[in-house]
């Protein structure tokens, strides 16, 4: 509210000098950058058929890089990493400094960050951080730095993956212990957006379905504590 009425007395003595104040577009958006954290594992899944269902493969997240306001042209945005729990180059592999690149055109281009496949059942995520440290042109940055987070739960050797058809993922696991409660849980890859959906509850041995309204771009078995 003192925004207002200083904004209104201001207004009046403009006017009573007798000059003209020119009035701001109705809908003049700012023009702004800022980064979005992912989340990943370090397990990729290929279910595009039964056969290639459990292949080991290295996992990916993705970091978006977004903006908004005008679009004519391309903007670079330089960035650093910052450790945390995950570490470059032993958790996951990126170049500690770079430049990603927004088309002209684009509000936003995704950065695919691979992660390091270590066959180990870890017990919690692993994070890092992404930090945008320069443009290559002036503009305001909305949000400076961002948090990933590589998601526990490589698959025990007791659990497989079923191929269900389409979007659908199965795991089966024989040899959890007898009171854990366990569910598959598998991200759904779609551009600036990923969804992590959760499967049916299961306790020791058994089968946990889930199914994404997107392409599957990862899995994992998820352990309740």
């Known amino acids: 509210m003192r925004f207002r009425l200083t904004l209104t007395a201001a207004l009046g003595a403009v ?56 679009t004519a042209s391309s903007l670079g945005v ?17 170049p500690a400094t770079g430049e990603v690149v927004i088309p002209a055109g684009q509000t936003a281009t995704d950065m695919r960050i691979p992660t390091v496949y270590d066959g180990l059942f870890d017990a919690s995520d692993l994070s890092f951080g992404v930090e945008i440290t320069g443009t290559t042109t002036p503009i305001t940055i909305s949000n400076a730095s961002t948090s990933s987070l590589i998601m526990p739960g490589n698959i025990p050797s007791d659990c497989s993956f079923t191929y269900g058809g389409g979007l659908t993922l199965s795991l ?14 598998v991200y759904c890859g779609e ?35």
């Open 78 to 94: 330089f960035y650093k990493i910052i450790n945390g729990t995950a570490v470059d180059g032993r958790d996951f592999n990126i």
């Open 191 to 225: 551009f600036l957006r990923q969804t992590a959906v959760a499967g049916n509850k299961v306790t020791g041995e058994g089968t946990s379905t889930a199914t994404c309204p997107t392409e599957i771009d990862a899995a994992d078995l998820d352990v309740d504590s």
């Open 172 to 185: 089966g696991c024989t040899g959890r212990p007898a009171t854990q409660v366990w569910n598959v849980e």
């Open 15 to 70: 006017l009573a000098a007798g000059s003209i104040l020119a009035a701001a577009p109705a809908h003049a958006t700012q023009n702004t950058v800022g980064v979005k954290g992912g989340v990943g594992t370090d397990f990729g899944v290929s279910c595009t058929s039964a056969s290639t269902c459990n292949e080991i493969s290295t996992g990916t997240l993705d970091t978006y890089f977004i903006r908004t306001g005008s």
